[in-house]
């Protein structure tokens, strides 16, 4: 008994040492998930700035200091038709087109150089649509402004919808005031947000 107790003390105790070591790390460690999820490429000119449809708010401003800094001289964007949940809240009709329209003419974006395309459901939606626009315009090159967690799944989507179309894709962040990357999993809007955005990359990548 004495021999089979000690056959099992060394396992237990290393099993212990790593359980308090990732405990005592985790501010390390668990950062790991959503700094993976972020992508933030250096910007170069191109010939357009594409920004898919949600969380406009954080994505059309950082579009704009790209416009603003010469990085392009086109915007093509993407809109969802349903009712913003904030203006609803206020018992105002407002939808994310409606949203996405006032904020480009808030960031000073010259009507012009926007090109805005049909009502999408979702990111691959949003990519098939711009590869028209890429088709009819001869795009060459584009930056992709997103947000955070939405950023790898994006790229990907993008890149896998533009595949053999000479468009070159850089992908630029748009921080989230609203999304604390370095302690994201301390509250519970942080963990569905995380969990939700890994749950969906497995379905892009088994579906399309």
């Known amino acids: 008994m004495a021999h089979v107790r000690k056959r099992w003390l060394l396992p237990l105790s290393a099993a212990t040492a790593v359980l308090v070591v990732l405990v005592l790390t985790r501010s390390m460690w668990l950062q790991w998930p959503a700094d993976w999820l972020v992508i933030n490429e250096r910007p170069v000119q191109s010939d357009v700035i594409v ?13 704009a200091e790209l416009i603003h800094q010469g990085y392009a001289q086109a915007l093509f964007v993407t809109a969802g038709g349903d009712l913003d949940q904030t203006f609803l809240l206020m018992g105002m009709r407002v939808t994310d087109r409606d949203v996405l329209v ?105 579906h399309f």
Request: no cysteine.
């Open 51 to 63: 920004v898919p449809s949600g969380q406009v708010h954080a994505r059309i401003p950082k579009a």
């Open 102 to 206: 006032r904020l480009i003419a808030r960031e000073r974006i010259p009507p012009e150089m926007v090109t805005m395309g049909p009502h999408v459901p979702s990111t691959f939606a949003d990519a098939v649509v711009f590869r028209d626009y890429a088709r009819a315009h001869h795009t060459q090159s584009a930056i992709l402004v997103t947000s955070h967690l939405h950023a790898r799944r994006a790229r990907w989507t993008y890149r896998r919808v533009l595949a053999g179309l000479p468009v070159r894709l850089i992908t630029v962040d748009a921080p989230q005031s609203d999304f604390p990357v370095d302690h994201w999993w301390r509250n519970e809007d942080g963990l569905l947000n995380v969990i939700n955005e890994y749950l969906k990359i497995g379905f892009y990548v088994t």
